[in-house]
């Protein structure tokens, strides 16, 4: 640790203000000589005062650093790509084992691997389902198991929510969640398994009925259109087309699939009769995977409310969007001007689950946010049920770092307002007047100078060298892990810094 860090670990601040004062003034800092950074911290433990002067002048340029080809490497083939491997992997082998005639079962049953596919595909993206897994492993791993396994449970955790789109930039980022490889895995697998059934219903066209073999091809088409509507290049440049397409089309492709499975479950190719009784229907492993489809993909809906809201507007670049409820740590929520059309996910600023509001924090990044700015609604339409962040796996640890930038406070905030074993760190420019006094008074009245660092990138010139700050802040705070929400070029800077680093880790993920 630097001598500079030890003086001031956090940046000064005006008490009466909360804005830095880049000239002189006094910082309140804990004696590291004492016991302040145990886990039973007295948060109120008592400080030193000492008094520095620091230069209102531009930094100096951060000097290029590569780091090696296996840190990349290692970054680049995290939890997701490696779910996503294994799933697909693994479905592959069996494709080809039954193509090539040495699977008999998977030949007899392919519809029911298909939506057996498209079941787990669907119950990894199911928020409910998500809550459930983050509750399970909040509930019965905080703190005690050994840090390489809470690190673990995060990073498994962490690709759950993989698609879930965190609106900080126009290209919606897709917010570290790993077990979306299973969702991604499972969904093209699907795809594939439904092409081999198609082609191999029509190899055999003289036991199959017309009406099997065009609706194989509707089915096929439209869960194709729905997977290639959510790859990477179209969910980050056209996030409209994907979410129309890979919703309403995904919407369709499930109608055609339960025409699909009572046409093939009915249909007698040995006597080409219609069976209408029911019971093979009943009795087939394909209705009861397609049941679980539909309710997964219904679930979800059943809590979308309109709802009254407050819109503050400090800026013109941002809008903070006032609920009412408070709401537990890392959670975030979807919001839309209509019920079904172009949700769009923001991190929650909350107090704590008993709070009178929570608040989204939106930065004028895109059409929808531009609206809020330019007209601000009286309502919107959300989901009462929301879903978890990689934020909201922070009581695992003892002590942690929450790094941020610019509108990425949304995310972060509520760890730190509502645990005082985290230090945040939050880089922007100009935040207070940026921001507004709703934010800056929260961050006031709920987080101490000792575990708090904001970086005013204009009054002090410039960008800060992040890792510094990083690797100092993870010292002093004797820190487990840190959690990062920043644009791709910082994410990426910090986390290769941190890993080679050796420091635990989870940010922000692009799969593009």
Known sequence: MSDEFKKHPIPPQDPEKGEVDVAHQAIVTPDLNETAISNDQNKNAPSKEVTVAIPAVKPPPKPTHKVSRWIRWRLWFNMYRRFFVLSFGLNMIGLVLAASGHWPYAVTYTGAIVVANFNVAILMRNEVFGRFLYWIINACFAKWPPLWFRLGCTSVLQVIDHIAHFCFSEGLMCFAKHLGGIHSGCALSGVAWLLFKVVWNFRHMKVSHDAVLVMGVFTNIAVMVSALSAFPW???????????????????????????????????????????????????????????????????????????????????????????????????????????????????????????????????????????????????????????????????????????????????????????????????????????????????????????????????????????????????????????????????????????????????????
Not at 243 to 266: A, D, M, Q, S, Y
Not at 355 to 360: D, G, N, R, S
Not at 443 to 461: C, N, Q, T, V, Y
Not at 470 to 491: C, D, M, P, Q, R
Request: aromatic share 14%; proline share 4%.
């Open 234 to 512: 179209v969910r980050n440049n056209h996030h409209n087309v994907f979410e129309r397409h890979h919703r309403f089309v995904g919407w369709i492709g499930l109608i055609f699939t339960w025409v699909f499975v009572i046409l093939g479950n009915t249909y007698e190719p040995s006597t080409r009769t219609w069976n209408l009784n029911g019971l093979d229907l009943i009795r087939s492993q394909d209705f009861w995977f397609t049941v679980g489809m539909t309710v997964f993909v219904a679930l979800p809906w059943f809590f979308v409310r309109e709802v009254p809201v407050d819109i503050e507007l400090p800026s013109n670049k941002v809008a903070i969007i006032r609920f009412k409820r408070g709401m537990q740590q890392g959670l975030l929520a979807r919001i839309s001007r209509s019920s079904i059309m172009e949700y769009h996910a923001f991190g929650i600023v909350s107090e704590g689950p008993h709070a009178k509001y929570h608040y989204l924090i939106a930065g004028v990044q895109g059409d929808f946010t531009r609206s809020l700015v330019e007209n601000p609604p009286k309502t919107l339409w959300t989901r009462e049920l929301k879903f978890a962040g990689v934020s909201n796996t922070s009581t695992l640890y003892k002590r942690g770092i929450r790094v941020c930038t610019g509108t990425g406070i949304g995310a972060a905030l509520s760890t730190c307002l509502q645990s005082p074993y985290w230090y945040l760190i939050w880089i922007g420019s100009n935040q207070e007047k940026t921001f507004g006094p709703t934010i800056s008074g929260l961050i006031k009245k709920h987080i101490e100078p000792e575990r708090l660092m904001l970086w005013d990138s204009k009054a002090r010139g410039g960008r800060p060298d992040t890792m510094k700050i990083v690797k100092e802040a993870y010292e002093y705070w004797n820190a487990e892990v840190v959690f990062l929400t920043s644009n791709y070029i910082g994410n990426t800077e910090i986390m290769q810094g941190c890993t080679e680093a050796g420091i635990p880790c989870f940010g922000t993920l692009w799969d593009f």
